[in-house]
T-cell receptor
Framework: DTAVSQTPKYLVTQMGNDKSIKCEQN?????MYWYKQDSKKFLKIMFS???????INETVPNRFSPKSPDKAHLNLHINSLELGDSAVYFC??????????FGQGTRLTVV | KNEVEQSPQNLTAQEGEFITINCSYSVGISALHWLQQHPGGGIVSLFM???GKKKHGRLIATINIQEKHSSLHITASHPRDSAVYICAVSPSGSRLTFGEGTQLTVNP
């Protein structure tokens, strides 16, 4: 059983389109995250949700909107995609004791 | 300056060598993590430390809270250890702040 699963794994789309990445965890964790990994492989937090509530929103353009329908899901919707949005996006979850469980990543390419 | 600094950025070793990757951080933390990212892209958590030392197979992680420093050691390195190793800290709660990673290549 995959603990944190993201779909799709690869996403190629044109500038200006709107796309979504889905994330689900079956670990019973209360906290979920979206991280962005840039072309230099540097990871940075974008959002954090705790039990469906937004608790961290870093300086991310408001074209990015996370949605958590329940504590097992945290989806990322991106409007009006730009070339600079090309990156690998990782979903993760963590239990209260700490730790990090990552999804396999979604490689987004905007052309 | 990044809150988490790793060294070296790149490391090439021969199979069997003992490897050390260092991590320094500048903020108070609740825990430090070592992560591994293989060429396929997936990220796996290797260790979570708040003090002392942990060992898992050929991997050893240590942390010195007073000096704000951690090391990841790999004994008897093997080509399958080739990956990017990332140090990350939890300044508060469970969110992570990452180092830039160390690309390790182990040659047969």
């Amino acid at each position: 059983d995959t603990a944190v699963s993201q779909t799709p794994k690869y996403l190629v789309t044109q500038m200006g389109n709107d796309k979504s990445i889905k994330c689900e965890q079956n670990l019973g964790h209360d906290t979920m995250y979206w991280y962005k990994q840039d072309s230099k492989k540097f990871l940075k937090i974008m959002f954090s949700y705790n039990n469906k509530e937004l608790i961290i929103n870093e300086t991310v353009p408001n074209r990015f909107s996370p949605k958590s329908p329940d504590k097992a899901h945290l989806n990322l919707h991106i409007n009006s995609l730009e070339l600079g949005d090309s990156a690998v996006y990782f979903c993760a979850s963590s239990p209260r004791a700490g730790g990090a469980f990552f999804g396999q990543g979604t490689r987004l390419t905007v052309v | 300056k990044n809150e988490v600094e790793q060294s070296p950025q790149n490391l090439t070793a021969q199979e069997g060598e003992f490897i050390t990757i260092n991590c320094s951080y500048s903020v108070g933390i609740s825990a430090l993590h070592w992560l591994q990212q293989h060429p396929g892209g997936g990220i796996v958590s290797l260790f979570m430390l708040s003090s002392g030392k942990k060992k898992h197979g050929r991997l050893i992680a240590t942390i010195n809270i007073q000096e704000k420093h951690s090391s990841l050691h790999i004994t008897a390195s093997h080509p399958r250890d080739s990956a990017v190793y990332i140090c990350a800290v939890s300044p508060s709660g469970s969110r992570l702040t990452f180092g830039e990673g160390t690309q390790l290549t182990v040659n047969p």
